[in-house]
């Protein structure tokens, strides 16, 4: 090797150590430049919260098949395989995908996954109705818009935090999104501000809607179901029939894409009136199917609240 | 014809009892009650010291619970409070202003937004009260016209002596819907030094017409009879059923 080839190598051995010592120094161990995380969710409307903080900054990855019913989910090995390549999970937590720890444990993700629990910070309330004197936690946080943008900030609060190059990106995004949702609302609000909410009773087939209801002044006067997913029994349905008699209950929410098979005996013995409101679960993810579900839930209980004013 | 033989294992030819005894008799028993014992004190033991999953937070006697302490118009308007407070403190970062009350009905922000919750949740008026001033902000009180609505209180006379505590403070008072309280969303400002810098904190007070505080303090709230709201939230109910989380 002549001198002149080796100052060439020096050179090079340099100029690579120049270019490297400040990208190794600036490397973030959170999120490696250029990759785009991939963010696992569990449930419908934390797809399309998700999707919307991110934009094109992160993969939006569902945990379980859209047209699964997250109440009876059962894993299968497809989750197991797509929870292996996540690099972050958003879950509710608090009721509706157990089943995703599951997923989690048997990916052996365990202890390298974070976990973004949604609700963290949202102030829980109890399901309404009489459930046998006792405060119940209604985990349904995403049907509703002031907790829904409440968990967007949260989420986006966790994934700032996980992916510090996009977190500005991530607020900006979750607050235009929060904007939105509450441009939704404000539109129904109008709607209602013109009826007289003080009489209005209704009674839910499943307790999934406190959070919307209480976003409008109006409360749930009995449940169907006695805890959650559990169907009543006969005792306890005649209980709740003449619950809803005596609280002079006109209006039964039932649920949309699930079976009306309670709701039938009841309206048949009550003369209730049946609306169906959607638990945000339908055939496929989108970033816009949380606003679409939430529009029609506002819409029917505009006619619900209007039927009463009837 | 064969003598059947009508002795049992362990008799003598002469049918005298002969009682054989296994090798491990000394100890068998002795071992069976130890074993015995051991497992009734691993149960005991387990029962008296296995670790206790969370409750619901036990309020103090100056707090009150979001989930199971407020009336249904307090807990909806709490609900409101705790997001505008996180998007009030993204607003403060990232422009260094406060959202006034102008504002909050552009961007149609509850609990202030004057809408159907807001009329529902009975028509509170709410005062922006910024740092280093007790009185509202130019253009930050809540102006809607109702005749009928009972005057904001003024603020006290401590406010009056006290000029700002360093916090951006939202006071909602005059609220006419029944068992409703006033409120307040305390927001600690991290140059002035507060204790709680950096994040909202949310008060009630029995009395809708509570007068403005003044001094947002802790300790000179709860002396004023204002009682701070504990969410129960959802990290709390994780912990309740699974236990402290990694």
Redesign the interface.
Same mark, same amino acid.
């Given at each position: 090797m002549t001198v002149s080839t080796r100052h060439r190598a020096l050179w090079r051995s340099c100029l690579a150590l120049l270019v490297l010592i400040p990208a190794l120094a600036f490397a973030d161990p959170t999120a490696p430049l250029g990759k785009k995380l991939k963010i696992g969710v569990t449930l419908h409307p934390y797809y399309s919260f998700v999707a919307n903080i991110v934009g094109d900054r992160a993969e939006v990855i569902a945990l379980i098949p859209a047209q699964a019913n997250p109440h009876n989910y059962q894993p299968q090995p497809d989750d197991i395989t797509r929870a292996m390549t996540l690099d972050v999970l958003v879950v509710n937590? /608090?009721g509706h995908d157990e089943w995703a720890f599951q997923i989690v444990k048997a990916a052996g993700r365990g202890a390298t996954l974070p976990i973004i !629990? #949604? +609700?963290?910070?949202?102030?829980? /309330?109890?399901i309404g109705g009489d459930q046998d004197g006792a405060?119940v936690?209604n985990p349904h946080?995403f049907v509703s818009t002031?907790?829904a /943008? !409440?968990q967007v900030?949260e989420i986006t609060r966790r994934l700032g935090e996980l992916d510090p190059p996009n977190a500005a990106v991530y607020?900006q995004n979750a $607050?235009a999104y #929060?904007?939105r949702i509450?441009?939704l609302?404000?539109g129904f609000?109008?709607r209602?501000?013109a009826l007289d909410?003080s009489s209005f009773r209704c009674a839910t087939t499943h307790a999934g809607y406190d959070?919307m209801m209480?976003?409008?002044?109006l409360?749930v006067s009995a449940v169907i179901e006695p805890r959650h997913g559990v169907a009543p029994t006969a005792r306890q349905l005649a209980n709740t029939i003449d619950a809803i008699k005596k609280a002079n209950v006109k209006v039964l929410f039932a649920e949309k894409n699930f079976s009306l098979d309670l709701a039938k005996p009841i309206e048949a013995a009550t003369g209730v009136k049946v609306f169906s409101l959607s638990h945000i679960t339908g055939d496929t993810y989108s970033a816009d199917e949380f606003e679409v579900a939430m529009r029609e839930n506002l819409e029917t209980l505009a006619e619900a609240v209007e039927f009463m004013q009837r | 014809m064969t003598n059947l033989s009508r002795t049992s294992p362990g008799d003598d030819v002469n049918g005298a009892v002969h009682v054989v005894r296994p090798a491990s008799s000394r100890w068998e028993s002795l071992a069976l009650l130890f074993a015995a014992l051991a497992i009734i004190a691993s149960v005991t033991g387990y029962v008296l010291l296995r670790p206790q999953h969370a409750g619901p937070p036990t309020p103090l006697s100056w707090q009150v619970r979001?989930?199971?302490g407020l009336g #249904?118009?307090d807990? #909806?308007i709490?609900?409101?409070l $705790?997001?505008a407070g996180?998007?009030i403190i993204?607003n403060n970062n &990232?422009t260094g202003g406060w959202i006034t009350l102008e504002q909050a009905q552009k /961007? $149609? $922000?509850?609990p202030f937004?004057r &809408?159907?919750?807001w009329?529902? +949740?009975g028509e509170v008026h709410w005062q922006l009260i910024l740092p280093g001033t007790h009185l509202p902000h130019a253009g930050s009180v809540d102006d809607h016209d109702d005749a009928d609505a009972p005057t904001p209180p003024p603020p006290s006379d401590v406010s009056k002596a006290t000029l700002g505590q360093g916090a951006t403070v939202y006071y909602g008072s005059a609220g006419r819907a029944p068992g409703q309280s006033a409120y307040l969303l305390v927001i600690g400002h991290a140059h002035a030094g507060v204790m709680w810098a950096n994040q909202a904190t949310i008060w009630i007070h029995r009395d809708p017409n509570a007068p403005y505080p003044g001094i947002v303090k802790p300790e000179s709230l709860v002396g004023q009879g204002w009682r701070q709201v504990i969410?129960? &939230?959802?990290?709390s109910?994780?912990e309740r059923?699974k236990g402290n989380q990694p």
């Open positions: 937590g /608090i !629990q #949604a +609700n963290a910070s949202v102030a829980l /309330i109890p405060k936690v946080t002031t907790a /943008i !409440q900030f607020r $607050l #929060a904007a509450r441009a609302r404000a609000m109008t209602f501000a909410l959070y209480q976003e409008f002044g409360f | 979001s989930f199971d #249904a118009v807990q #909806a709490h609900s409101a $705790l997001p996180e998007e993204w &990232d /961007i $149609l $922000l509850p937004y &809408d159907a919750f009329k529902t +949740n969410p129960y &939230d959802g990290a109910e994780v059923v």
